[in-house]
């Protein structure tokens, strides 16, 4: 267990207080040329980060010092997206200085929220799945486990999401990458990534074929370190993030001729590498420019791994005993190919050793049960940009396919199932199964994902090699998500338990022993107001909507989706409106928050967003409602708005179309912070009910299997339903009256969509979703019973910590020592 780092004594903490004070003022004057006088509250953040960043900094060098004298293995962990959020508050956290700076900041007359709330979140991911990548690095340097991410640094990550009136807009998110003082430049492990060109055929003098590649063009992986620091700053591992530049910045010879544009062209066109999260895919460049993007972070990596094991003086074949590569979903998978490549093209490892060594090194999380979302790549462009790489997956491709006709048969149609070759029309490489058949683990994200990818995702790939396939329920690290979201509660739990649940969750189960005192409910229910009136000042100091803190706080926040049903939710709100508006029924009060973001391209998403806001601004404006119903979609949802919202939820939504969601961790986040789920039986919540009991947890809808079943037979027939529920009618045709939107054909495409397809069930469940809240409303008014219901539900979730996540993958997948 890491030193835990809280409840200084008052002395130490003033005698820390006058230290930072003093090594404030010193930043300021020394870095930023500035007096305390002068100083703004940007230059008082930077000289905060920078007091902090010392001891992030000596912490690093301490643990790498320490691991070199022991030499040990080491996990690399690929990931598109590192939604770290803020940094400044999260490290004063760990390393124990959060009260003796906000103490020295307040001798200087300033306040350490204020200050900190300037600081903008690192723009390096979009939703879950950057996020739990987050959660991973932080519970690998809380462990003290040997540990590296590997990402992109973005310059603008994904977008800032705006409204036009009802309508999404993406701006620019440009959060500052270049002047961030958590990232360290580390040009001199800079390393040439090649793209293009062609392959030129040679054999050796044993007839061994020995390829060449011929780049086309070439560029410069720059890293960028950014250490993370465990809970108790005892260790420290890096997220390293790479950034895209020329191998040539300028061309002379172009520019002497007077084409000042073009001599710098190829550097613009480099540097657009690392610009954006998930360009657009589209138009045919943007599909080039991610293709480039998971190379380049793949290259990068891989140069540094082997670098790294260089120094271990073993002979390459041993690479595994060293590293283990975890692909966070299919967008790292051309490691596997690269690691080849290098194998046998510059060690010259024959084939089947470098197979060996590349499927010992690498393991994979498939993060998504939906097909369409199974990475494809055309294999013209493939073979365009990396030449080299796609005959490597060709021949990979061939030993598969003779495995699999030596164990069905020649003409089994499974043969064609698991192939890396996708044929018909334009032929594609599937990302998935390069990486199943290149790793040696495979796991889902929770028990039901688990086993639906083995029965229906990948039926063939799991009766060809079971014991590959492995389940790893997600988790979320409890220093974001309570101690640093929730200070009250973390407090709380700081009096009752002791300061030791932040590291050791499972401890929260002796809440129970406090189910039945209604004075340590009272101050539970206390803890909950509080955060509700804090954030119903931040909606109406940023949206001038008042939010009534006594209302039950509904909250549906995630990425826009329609199989997150984001529009089930909405036409239960227009269910309620039209009971109090054409019905006179007496409502209780009630809140409906949403935050989340559409993809650019993504139309029907966008549709849905655009309701919501319709929705809210109708309803909102409607007298009728005041005091009873309340709707509010806050712009631009990130980790500092999550922290902002999670802790004053009453209820979270969870209701994915039962089979689809992998896992979901806003559902973890929530219900540790004291909200009820309403939600299907998918993904991770179907483990919640079974840890917090099914009296706790307001499950409806349709199964997984009955979903499936359905879908399989064609008997889903959507109208039927708003046929047999009047409210559910009532409901779909105020879609098309006219009623929230002038333009009656603003959301026909939605119900015709709902009416006619209704791919993710939305009719079939509505009944069930209106009568699980409706027991819901009856139930929290009993704010005692609703109270103890919320803490039995937090005394039972010590399982969905990160730490115990990370440390059944250091155990069963990546065998670290110490794990």
């Known amino acids: 267990m890491p030193d835990l780092p809280r409840n200084a004594s008052s002395d130490q903490t003033v005698q820390e207080a006058a230290v930072i004070q003093q090594e404030l003022a010193s930043e300021l004057k020394y870095r930023l040329a500035k007096t305390p006088e002068r100083a703004t509250e940007d230059d008082w953040l930077v000289a905060i980060c920078m007091v902090v960043r010392r001891r992030v900094v000596t912490a690093l060098l301490a643990t790498q010092h320490r691991r070199q004298a022991n030499p040990a293995k080491k996990v690399y962990y690929l990931s598109m997206e590192f939604l770290v959020g803020r940094s400044l508050v999260s490290n004063l956290l760990s390393l124990g200085m959060l009260e003796p700076a906000r103490m020295a900041m307040a001798n200087l007359g300033l306040d350490l929220e204020r200050i900190a709330d300037r600081e903008h979140d690192a723009a390096l991911g979009n939703g879950g799945l950057g996020r739990l990548a987050a959660c991973f690095v932080e519970s690998l340097a809380t462990m003290d486990l040997p540990g590296m991410g590997c990402g992109i640094k973005y310059d603008y990550g994904l977008f800032r999401q705006e409204f036009d009136g009802p309508a999404q807009v993406e701006r620019a998110d440009f959060w500052g990458s270049d002047h961030s003082p958590w990232l360290i430049e580390r040009a001199d492990e800079s390393c040439i990534v090649n793209l293009y060109g062609h392959v030129e055929e040679s054999h050796a003098a044993d007839g061994a074929y020995r390829p060449t590649w011929i780049p086309g063009n070439t560029l410069l992986g720059i890293p960028h370190d950014m250490p993370i620091i465990g809970y108790g700053g005892r260790a420290a591992n890096l997220l390293r993030l790479y950034s895209a530049r020329a191998s040539e910045v300028l061309e002379m010879g172009v520019f002497n001729a007077g084409d000042y544009v073009g001599a710098v062209q190829h550097q613009i066109s480099t540097e657009t590498i690392s610009k954006v999260l998930y360009p657009s895919d589209e138009p045919s460049q943007g599909r080039e420019l991610r293709l480039i993007q998971e190379y380049f972070l793949t290259a990068c990596a891989m140069n540094d791994i082997l670098r790294e094991f260089s120094e271990s003086g073993l002979p390459i074949e041993k690479l595994h005993t060293r590293a283990a590569i975890q692909l966070n979903d299919t967008h790292p998978t051309l490691v596997i190919a690269e690691l080849m490549r290098l194998l046998v093209d510059h060690y010259t490892l024959p084939w089947d050793v470098a197979w060996s060594v590349t499927r010992a090194t690498c393991s994979y ?413 009856r139930d929290f008014t009993d704010r005692q019973a609703w109270h103890r219901k919320a803490l039995h539900c937090m005394a039972h979730l010590g399982h969905f910590s990160s730490d115990r996540t990370v440390r059944e993958y250091a155990r069963e997948i990546w065998k670290l020592e110490g794990a």
């Open 365 to 777: 999380t498939n993060h998504t049960l939906l097909p369409e979302a199974l990475e494809r790549w055309p294999v013209d462009l493939m073979t365009r940009v990396l030449p080299r790489h796609m005959q490597i997956i060709y021949e990979i491709n061939a030993r598969l396919l003779r495995r699999a006709r030596a164990h069905w048969g020649d003409d089994d149609p499974r043969v064609a199932a698991v192939s890396l070759i996708e044929e018909g029309g334009t032929r594609h490489v599937r990302m998935a199964h390069l990486a199943i058949v290149g790793s040696h683990s495979i796991n889902g994200v929770a028990q039901l994902h688990t086993e639906l990818i083995k029965q229906s995702l990948v039926p063939h790939f799991y009766e060809l090699m079971p014991e590959r396939f492995n389940n790893k329920t997600n988790g979320i690290t409890p220093r974001r998500w309570l101690a640093q979201a929730n200070p009250p509660l973390a407090a709380l739990l700081d009096q009752t338990l002791g300061p030791e649940w932040v590291v050791e969750l499972e401890r929260l189960r002796e809440l129970t022993r406090h189910q039945d005192d209604p004075d340590f409910i009272e101050r539970l229910a206390r803890i909950k107001l509080a955060n509700k009136e804090r954030l119903a000042r931040h909606v109406h100091g940023s949206m001038g909507v008042l939010l009534d803190p006594a209302s039950l706080y509904d909250v549906q926040i995630k990425r826009i989706h329609e199989y997150k049903r984001q529009l089930l939710h909405v036409l239960h709100i227009i269910h309620l409106y039209l009971r109090i508006v054409d019905h006179g029924d007496d409502v209780a009060p009630r809140t409906h928050v949403f935050a989340g973001k559409a993809a650019p391209g993504y139309a029907a998403a966008k549709r849905i967003i655009h309701l919501i806001r319709s929705v809210a601004r109708t309803i909102n404006g409607d007298p009728r409602c005041r005091g009873r119903l309340n709707v509010v979609f806050l712009p631009d949802y990130k980790v500092t708005l999550a922290e902002r919202i999670i802790p004053a939820a009453d209820v979270s939504e969870q209701i994915s179309t039962a089979g689809t969601e992998a896992s979901g961790t806003g559902n973890m986040k929530l219900a540790l912070n004291g909200a009820l789920t309403v939600g299907t039986l998918d993904g991770a919540n179907i483990e919640i009910r079974d840890c917090v009991g099914p009296e706790n947890f307001y499950a409806f809808g349709l199964l997984a299997e009955e979903v499936g079943a359905m879908r399989r037979d064609g008997s889903y027939h959507p109208a039927q339903y708003a046929a047999r529920s009047p409210a559910l009618a009532e409901v779909l045709d105020t879609l098309i009256d006219g009623r929230y939107d002038s333009d009656r054909g603003q959301y026909r495409l939605l119900y015709d969509e709902l009416m006619r397809r209704d791919h993710y069930f939305h009719l079939a469940d509505f009944d069930a979703y209106v009568d699980a809240h409706r027991t819901i409303a």
